[in-house]
């Protein structure tokens, strides 16, 4: 089975620009969740999508939002880009049920 | 106080040492708990997942889990260079929303 896939894997960006990342999840998988990484933060979470719903949320600002498509591909938006969004983006699928998570390799956003 | 509580390291052994690395959380509710382990500019990769309480061993990983006390471990046996990497622990209760700790920078020296 493949893995779950983002894109894109790098991306530089000014202040206040937008960016949208993209997840595919693992075949078979209805969740996916989005983490933001940073070397001071760690692994925080944003939001869970499954079945096209949001199910979960973290504790980040309106700016972050999301959404899953039928075929449970997942797209995460920032708007009006901060210089502390800079970050890795990693998305995780599982079956829904939540035994466990499989991470991509995460988008590098940078923003100048 | 943070759900969860991981000693952040760095962490020097020498080859072929056994590495013990833990984590403690606050929240009762947790039943699922894994270890994941992440390279340089990449993403988590699991390693260990444990429902509950008891061992799970798995080649050279060993994790424990110690919901009395709070508390899971995971164990490398003769520990590789290879291995050196950040570790991550996670655990999730009923909400499918997971928790993971801060990780520890493992390094061990050839």
């Known amino acids: 089975k493949a893995g779950v896939t983002q894109t894109p894997r790098y991306l530089i960006k000014t202040r206040g620009q937008q960016v949208t990342l993209s997840c595919s999840p693992i075949?078979?998988?209805?969740?996916v969740s989005w983490y933001q990484q940073t070397p001071g933060q760690g692994l925080q979470f944003l939001f869970e999508?499954?079945?096209?719903?949001?199910?979960n949320k973290g504790n980040f600002p309106g700016r972050f939002s999301g959404r899953q498509f039928s075929n449970s591909r997942s797209e995460m938006n920032v708007s009006t880009l901060e210089l502390g969004d800079s970050a890795l983006y990693l998305c995780?699928?599982?079956?829904?049920?939540?035994?466990?998570?499989?991470f991509g390799p995460g988008t590098r956003l940078l923003v100048l | 106080q943070k759900e969860v509580e991981q000693d952040p390291g760095p962490l020097s052994v020498p080859e072929g040492a056994i590495v013990s690395l833990n984590c403690t959380y606050s929240?009762?509710?947790?039943?699922?708990f894994m270890w994941y382990r992440q390279y340089s500019r990449k993403g988590p990769e699991l390693l260990m997942y444990?429902?509950?309480?008891g061992n799970k061993e798995d080649g050279r990983f060993t994790a424990q889990v110690d919901k009395s006390s709070k508390y899971i471990s995971l164990f490398i046996r003769d520990s590789q260079p290879s291995d050196s990497a950040t570790y991550l622990c996670?655990?999730?209760?009923?909400?499918?929303?997971?928790?993971f700790g801060t990780g520890t920078r493992l390094k061990v020296l050839a």
């Open positions: 929240n009762s509710a947790f039943q699922y």
């Open positions: 996670a655990m999730r209760g009923g909400t499918y929303k997971y928790i």
């Open positions: 999508y499954f079945s096209e719903t949001q199910r």
């Open positions: 995780a699928s599982n079956t829904g049920q939540g035994e466990t998570q499989y």
């Open positions: 075949s078979g998988h209805r969740s």
């Open positions: 444990t429902y509950s309480s």
